[in-house]
């Protein structure tokens, strides 16, 4: 059996107000051409469908057109719920939908749902278990403590009594790490603080594969079988180095799993370009690139520039991020004034030293004459 492996689409999404709707139409119109080629049995989904809970009516249409090129090429879809979905919105039409071979977990109904699939080898379950947190699985279960995110994930694995000489898949969007070890993140997601929410890679022993989303770069955790996709998409400047992708994972008798990333194709790609403003403008940094692409800009010019986005704009017209990175802009570490220091030194004293930190430079004495004469007309205390 084959099955493809998708997550955090994050339809409806906007990075720095821009709206990323024409680049997913054209990265899941790219999914569905890997659907023709691959001829998967099957795919899956693994949350954040939407970027929010409450979703605009032009993503809901994106991914209804999305869902509907799945069902025609007569393929089961495995859909669950993630942390930015609305479970009881993305339940919408769910049994029927069940019957065309569309399965969504979106609200958690106090177990694992289970399809069984069948194939060349035999039979194969499916377990979706949408987002999950203590407290949903405390609702059904009250008399049992539940008090951590892996607690209430390994109770909920128990209580489904898996049989481990089958073949099992589990499709989950939960903060999944290795012993302590978190896997790599990204500015885009949003963790709870401190880590409380992760769950350790060994409560998923009894599955063959788990197709995991959350995190957005593609990663195993812990064994090859358990992994992140990542997201279709870069959604942050932290993301430039990934590699975006779908996962294959063809499944053949127990314990013979293979798996492949199939690359993806964005309309833009995101990345940081960083020299002189001259430089940047020279044709000799941009032939050959695509200067539609989403741009972080630093410059790193000493002279104050006037309206140094519009000057790259006019080559860079998808520029949504602006830093000067110069002498005056650096922060010197070693002369950071503690609060105790503040209050031992006069005003004088702390504007000089604010001076220095902003530019990099000392007050000249005409400077400093000027500066008196302020703070003496003001009636502070210089000294």
């Given at each position: 059996m084959?099955?493809?492996?998708?997550?955090d689409?994050?339809i409806?999404?906007?990075?720095?107000?821009?709206?990323?709707?024409?680049d997913?139409i054209?990265?899941?119109?790219e999914?569905?051409?890997?659907?023709d080629t691959?001829k998967?049995?099957?795919i899956?989904?693994?949350?954040?469908?939407?970027?929010?809970?409450?979703p605009?009516?032009?993503?809901?249409?994106?991914?209804?057109?999305?869902?509907?090129?799945l069902?025609?090429?007569?393929?089961?879809?495995?859909?669950?719920?993630?942390?930015?979905?609305?479970?009881?919105?993305?339940?919408?039409g769910?049994?029927?939908?069940g019957k065309?071979?569309?399965?969504?977990?979106g609200?958690?109904?106090?177990?694992l749902?289970?399809?069984?699939?069948?194939?060349?080898?035999?039979t194969?379950n499916?377990?979706?278990?949408p987002?999950i947190k203590?407290?949903?699985?405390?609702?059904?279960?009250?008399?049992?403590?539940?008090?951590?995110y892996?607690?209430a994930?390994?109770?909920?694995?128990?209580a489904a009594?898996?049989?481990?000489?089958a073949?099992?898949i589990?499709?989950?969007?939960?903060?999944v790490?290795?012993?302590?070890?978190e896997?790599?993140?990204?500015?885009s997601?949003?963790l709870?603080?401190?880590?409380?929410?992760?769950?350790?890679?060994?409560?998923?022993?009894?599955?063959?594969?788990?197709?995991?989303?959350?995190?957005?770069g593609p990663?195993?955790?812990?064994?090859?079988t358990?992994?992140?996709?990542?997201?279709?998409l870069?959604?942050?400047?932290?993301?430039?180095n990934?590699?975006?992708s779908?996962?294959?994972?063809?499944?053949k008798e127990?314990?013979?799993?293979t798996?492949?990333q199939?690359?993806?194709?964005?309309?833009?790609?995101m990345?940081?370009?960083?020299?002189?403003l001259?430089n940047?403008?020279?044709d000799?940094?941009?032939?050959?690139?695509?200067?539609e692409d989403?741009?972080?800009a630093?410059?790193?010019?000493?002279?104050?520039i006037?309206?140094?986005?519009?000057?790259?704009?006019t080559?860079?017209p998808?520029?949504?991020?602006l830093?000067?990175?110069?002498?005056?802009?650096?922060?010197?570490?070693?002369s950071?004034?503690?609060?105790?220091?503040?209050e031992?030194?006069?005003p004088m004293d702390?504007?000089?030293?604010?001076y220095?930190n902003?530019?990099n430079?000392?007050?000249?004495?005409?400077?400093?004459?000027?500066m008196y004469?302020?703070?003496?007309?003001?009636?502070?205390?210089?000294?």
């Amino acid at each position: 059996m084959k099955l493809l492996h998708i997550s955090d689409l994050h339809i409806g999404k906007k990075f720095r107000e821009t709206d990323f709707t024409p680049d997913q139409i054209h990265i899941l119109n790219e999914v569905v051409e890997i659907v023709d080629t691959e001829k998967p049995d099957g795919i899956i989904i693994a949350g954040d469908v939407y970027d929010r809970s409450v979703p605009p009516a032009v993503a809901v249409n994106v991914f209804d057109d999305f869902i509907t090129k799945l069902e025609m090429r007569n393929i089961n879809v495995f859909i669950i719920s993630g942390n930015h979905d609305s479970p009881e919105r993305l339940n919408y039409g769910k049994e029927i939908l069940g019957k065309n071979r569309i399965y969504i977990a979106g609200t958690f109904k106090g177990e694992l749902e289970k399809i069984i699939l069948e194939d060349e080898y035999g039979t194969m379950n499916m377990y979706l278990l949408p987002y999950i947190k203590p407290s949903m699985v405390s609702n059904f279960h009250k008399d049992s403590i539940i008090d951590s995110y892996e607690a209430a994930a390994k109770f909920v694995i128990d209580a489904a009594h898996i049989d481990t000489s089958a073949r099992n898949i589990l499709a989950a969007h939960q903060f999944v790490t290795n012993a302590g070890v978190e896997p790599e993140k990204s500015e885009s997601e949003v963790l709870s603080i401190g880590g409380l929410d992760n769950i350790d890679v060994s409560v998923f022993e009894p599955f063959d594969y788990v197709a995991l989303g959350h995190i957005h770069g593609p990663q195993k955790i812990g064994r090859d079988t358990v992994r992140y996709c990542g997201t279709p998409l870069k959604y942050s400047f932290s993301e430039c180095n990934h590699k975006k992708s779908v996962t294959c994972v063809e499944i053949k008798e127990k314990g013979n799993i293979t798996i492949t990333q199939i690359p993806l194709h964005p309309i833009r790609d995101m990345r940081v370009i960083k020299d002189k403003l001259e430089n940047l403008l020279h044709d000799s940094k941009y032939i050959g690139k695509n200067c539609e692409d989403y741009i972080h800009a630093i410059i790193t010019d000493e002279e104050d520039i006037y309206d140094p986005i519009g000057k790259l704009r006019t080559v860079y017209p998808n520029i949504l991020l602006l830093e000067v990175e110069n002498a005056k802009t650096s922060i010197n570490e070693n002369s950071k004034s503690s609060a105790s220091d503040v209050e031992n030194k006069s005003p004088m004293d702390l504007f000089e030293e604010f001076y220095r930190n902003q530019n990099n430079v000392d007050l000249t004495d005409s400077q400093k004459k000027i500066m008196y004469e302020i703070f003496e007309e003001l009636g502070g205390d210089i000294d």
